[in-house]
Antibody
Framework: EVQLGESGGGLVQPGGSIRLSCAASGFTLSGYWMAWVRQAPGQGLEWVANINQDGSERYYADFLKGRLTISRDNAKNSLSLQMRSLRPEDTALYYC?????????????WGKGTTVTVSS | SSELTQPPSVSVSPGQTARITCSGDALPKQNAYWYQQKPGQAPVLVIYKDNERPSVIPDRFSASSSGTTVTLTISGVQSEDEADYYC???????????FGGGTKLTVL
């Protein structure tokens, strides 16, 4: 079964850092673009970052640029998101998602998400 | 970037047809996709490549487009269709997604 599983969320103080991970199973990660999407409590979906198959192309949402690093380890079938200088408004459920292709960039597989809470 | 606008809410009675719109200037040039999200669950893709459905999605879900507006149509709405629905397209200048604000579908 094709699955994604996020981990690494938790409570972080403002200004702190956190590293989220996403483990893929049932498919070969190296064949796909991957994305992180977040959802603040009671709010809509918000794209965070994309990375291409070999990690050579990375895109970040403007409002997060400079505070994020998306990376992948295809040998371990895993995706990561390093977040720095966290703010209370970064509090959200963070989803890992598989992107179908560069041209058709819909997300056809989603994890259940991992929650990041930024609070003192 | 490209913005997508959805109505905050749509209400229909069971068995009726629900139409959820998504408007954006880039839509005539970009593909549009739709997701369903039920409370406490991850989003699920319901429409891709403008009007294709994953095999697990009932055929009462369809989509159409006209100019700068795409529409998700749910025919014969059932109570289980009550959810938030999000449209998504691509940014006009880079290969990353843009989401609409979401529409809460209420089945009366």
């Amino acid at each position: 079964e094709v699955q994604l599983g996020e981990s690494g969320g938790g409570l972080v103080q403002p200004g702190g850092s956190i590293r989220l991970s996403c483990a893929a199973s049932g498919f070969t990660l190296s064949g796909y673009w991957m994305a992180w999407v977040r959802q603040a409590p009671g709010q809509g979906l918000e794209w965070v970052a994309n990375i291409n198959q070999d990690g050579s192309e990375r895109y970040y949402a403007d409002f997060l640029k400079g505070r994020l690093t998306i990376s992948r380890d295809n040998a371990k079938n895993s995706l990561s998101l390093q977040m720095r200088s966290l703010r209370p408004e970064d509090t959200a459920l963070y989803y890992c998602a598989r992107v179908f292709s560069y041209y058709y960039n819909y997300m056809d597989v989603w994890g259940k998400g991992t929650t990041v809470t930024v609070s003192s | 970037s490209s913005e997508l606008t959805q109505p905050p809410s749509v209400s229909v009675s069971p068995g009726q047809t629900a139409r959820i719109t998504c408007s954006g200037d880039a839509l005539p040039k970009q593909n549009a996709y739709w997701y369903q999200q039920k409370p406490g669950q991850a989003p699920v893709l319901v429409i891709y490549k403008d009007n294709e459905r994953p095999s697990v999605i009932p055929d009462r879900f369809s989509a159409s487009s006209s100019g700068t507006t795409v529409t998700l149509t749910i025919s014969g709405v059932q109570s289980e269709d009550e959810a938030d629905y999000y449209c998504q397209s691509a940014d006009s200048s880079a290969p990353y997604p843009v989401f609409g604000g979401g529409t809460k579908l209420t089945v009366l």
